[in-house]
């Protein structure tokens, strides 16, 4: 069997277009991007692919979906895919969140839990750290920021194949159209909602893993640990030797873990 | 013509070689933090800086020019209206030209108020010039820089307003919303005090000024961009109805004048101290996310990877600064500034000689004299402001007069009429 490939398409919700990243068969799973875009087809899609339909949108502003104006926090982004969900018939669905894209699929639960099957959130932001800060992005390079995301780069031959090598205007304009957007988000309080620990709350029988690496730098394992707390009956998987970047840093227990959850 | 001074303020006492470890940048200096400030110094630097503009004022220039910038020691003016309250007071006759507030990171009622208290208690004398800030500026106020030019534009005409506007009144708008506007304490210049704006050559900022009919100020600028600058400014003033003209066009030149060609040599060297305006702060810091347009992106995406011009800036990006290398570059772009014009550096008659050429390329209706950066005592900056005011002006005054640069408050800025044909009258590039 061939390996599974996104292939791009654009939806329209409302009077808006946003470009979606499809591939594999069977089941759907919403995949929300982190804060510096689309990363790509990575080798986890390609494994989760053999058995699940991925559907990867592009957040507004990032990658090819114009950006919307009125969208102004996560909050509004969250409102916007219940939209998406809903005008498509897609909901319930599982979805699996990144960083920034959990922190999306998190508000999301927040309104309206039975939109989701599954959750998986993957070192979301949306909590503030109560030990730690969320590391800030807009302080330093986009590179400097990814470097720091991992635990071990020699060990991570996927970050080398990713974010490697001379950087290219495209990929240049692209993290910063991903910055300049997620600023317009979430610049201030960064990267957090102050009263998301306490919405979790109405999260009630919507099976949740969160996933974590122990030494995230960017979003601190305490951050986890509250979302877990928060969050009625979740799961929470700590990987050793890990950064911020589970699904690529340990792609195989990642891989495991999430398919037997989905499952 | 409008001839003013103006120096950063800097509070020199830091050794270079702590600027360049700290990622060649003055911006937040992490690497000693701001323990480095001593009080009593920063009393006396500011009472002689004080001084320096009441001196100016003695010498005869027409203005005392002032800038923010925020947690740095390049400038000790963070909240520049401090500094003009006190020179409103202490001053008599020249005009406090604030180039600039940086609107879109201030409170733009509490700066309608600040504004019009300095214009008052100066009997009118203040010049307001706005800023969309540097980069850092938004990190240093935690101003949201994706929306730096929608704040820029909502608080500048705010601030028009609630000059102009009789109050009270309510106002919501985009980013700034007000129960009650009604200041009472409004300018004395009516209808209200004349802006001018500084740049760096942004296209966007040009095309707003001259849509107002903004004097544009041009600070330290390569005379070629500029000049392109001045045109494109010109044809929107045509689109506009008006012809533009000196009075339209401002230039802050850096200049180091003493006695002697080696004195001033000596002096000049301060205008790159720990690599100059050119280390202001980090890249990354210097263009915050979104504070870019989508077309300026553009650009930025090609120079920052391209070899010849991104790998250096890059590279201080990430940490790996070797002080020696960075002095020997900033030594050679002292050279090289001084060749450019950037840098004038020389006793008053190379100061003069070198000034005739601007004012012939630019043939700007204000220039502001930055007379000093870096480390310098105090008896050094008066020798230079005494002969700036005591033989340059003089020189500078007969010059604009011979090539016809009347300053804004010669010749309104935007009243002058088009010709018949409807076309502008060339604005550059008449003497030769």
Redesign the interface.
């Known amino acids: 069997m061939a390996t599974p490939e996104g292939k791009e398409q654009t939806l329209r919700v409302g009077e808006y277009d946003v470009t979606v990243v499809q591939g594999g068969s069977g089941q759907p799973v919403l995949v929300l991007h982190e804060e510096l875009g689309d990363p790509g087809w990575l080798q986890w899609h390609s494994e989760l692919a053999r058995s699940r339909t991925l559907i990867i949108p592009q957040h507004p502003g990032f990658g090819k979906t114009p950006q919307i104006k009125w969208l102004r926090n996560v909050r509004d982004l969250a409102c916007f895919y219940a939209r998406l969900l809903r005008e498509q018939g897609m909901a319930p669905i599982d979805v699996v969140g990144f960083s920034l894209g959990g922190w999306i699929a998190a508000e999301m639960a927040v309104n309206d839990p039975k939109q989701f099957r599954h959750m998986v959130l993957v070192g979301a932001t949306g909590i503030k750290p109560p030990e730690g800060e969320i590391a800030d992005m ?4 986009a ?2 920021y990814l470097n720091s995301s991992v635990y071990d780069q020699k060990a991570t031959p996927e970050f080398a194949a990713l974010y490697g090598g ?8 692209a993290w ?2 991903a ?6 988000i979430a ?2 309080p960064y990267m957090y909602n102050p009263s998301l620990p306490q919405l979790l709350e109405g999260v009630r029988g919507l099976p949740t893993l969160l996933i974590w690496g122990r030494q995230d730098r960017i979003v601190p394992l305490s951050a986890g640990e509250l979302y877990h707390k928060s969050i009625a009956g979740s799961e929470l998987m700590v990987l050793d030797r890990c950064g911020h970047r589970p699904e690529i840093e340990k792609r195989p227990e990642f891989c495991e873990r999430l398919q037997r959850f989905l499952a | 013509m409008h001839v003013m001074t103006f120096s950063e303020r800097p509070y020199f006492h830091v050794r270079e070689d702590d600027i360049i470890s700290n990622q060649n940048s003055y911006f937040g200096l992490a690497n000693m933090g701001d323990t480095g400030f001593d009080p009593a110094k920063g009393h006396q630097l500011y009472h002689e800086y004080f001084d320096e503009r009441i001196y100016a004022e003695e010498l005869g220039f027409d203005g005392v020019m002032l800038n923010e910038h925020h947690q740095t020691p390049f400038c000790m003016g963070s909240v520049m209206d401090v500094e003009a309250a006190v020179l409103a007071r202490i001053t008599k006759r020249v005009k406090i030209v604030l180039l600039g507030n940086p609107l879109p990171v201030a409170d733009p009622l509490r700066l309608a108020e600040e504004l019009a208290m300095i214009d008052v208690i100066s009997g009118g004398r203040l010049v307001p010039g706005w800023v969309r800030g540097a980069g850092s500026e938004s ?1 240093a106020n ?1 101003a ?4 730096n030019r929608e704040r820029f534009n909502e608080a500048h005409d705010f601030v028009i307003k609630a000059w102009t506007t009789p109050g009270p009144w309510r106002y919501e708008g985009e980013h700034y919303h007000y129960r009650f506007v009604n200041p009472w304490i409004l300018p004395m210049q009516k209808p209200h005090p004349p802006i001018w704006i500084p740049g760096i050559v942004s296209p966007e900022t040009v095309v707003w000024c001259a849509e107002h009919r903004y004097p544009y100020v041009a600070l330290c600028t390569n005379i070629e961009p500029t000049i392109e600058m001045v045109n494109l400014y010109a044809d929107v003033a045509e689109r506009m109805g008006y012809q533009a003209g000196p009075e339209n066009f401002g230039y802050l030149q850096t200049i180091a004048c003493a006695e002697t060609e080696e004195k001033a040599q000596q002096l000049g060297r301060g205008f790159v101290y720990g690599g100059g305006f050119g280390s202001f702060a980090r890249p ?2 210097m263009f ?3 504070y ?1 347009s989508k077309a300026a ?2 650009r ?3 120079a ?2 391209d ?1 010849r011009t991104g790998a250096e800036i ?1 590279r201080f ?2 940490g790996e600064v070797d002080v020696e290398q960075v002095k020997a570059s900033i030594n050679s772009q002292y050279q090289s500034s001084q060749e450019q014009g950037l840098i004038i550096v020389g006793t008053p008659k190379t100061c003069i000689e070198k000034l005739r050429n601007l004012m012939e390329a630019l043939r700007p209706g204000i220039l502001g004299l930055w007379y000093h950066h870096g480390p310098m005592s105090y008896e050094d900056r008066r020798t230079s402001l005494r002969l700036l005011g005591q033989e340059v002006l003089p020189a500078i005054r007969e010059i604009a007069k011979e090539l016809g640069l009347p300053g804004p408050f010669e010749q309104t800025p935007g009243t002058r009429p088009l010709p018949a044909s409807g076309k502008h009258d060339p604005v550059v590039g008449l003497s030769a």
Do not use: C, H, Y
């Open positions: 807009f302080t330093v390079t590179r400097a001379a950087q290219t205007p495209e990929q240049f304009e910063e159209d910055r300049a957007e997620t600023a317009r610049w201030q | 990190i935690n949201n820089p994706a929306f990354e810091w915050p996310p979104g870019n992106t553009k930025l995406a090609k920052m990877t070899p890059i990006s990430e």
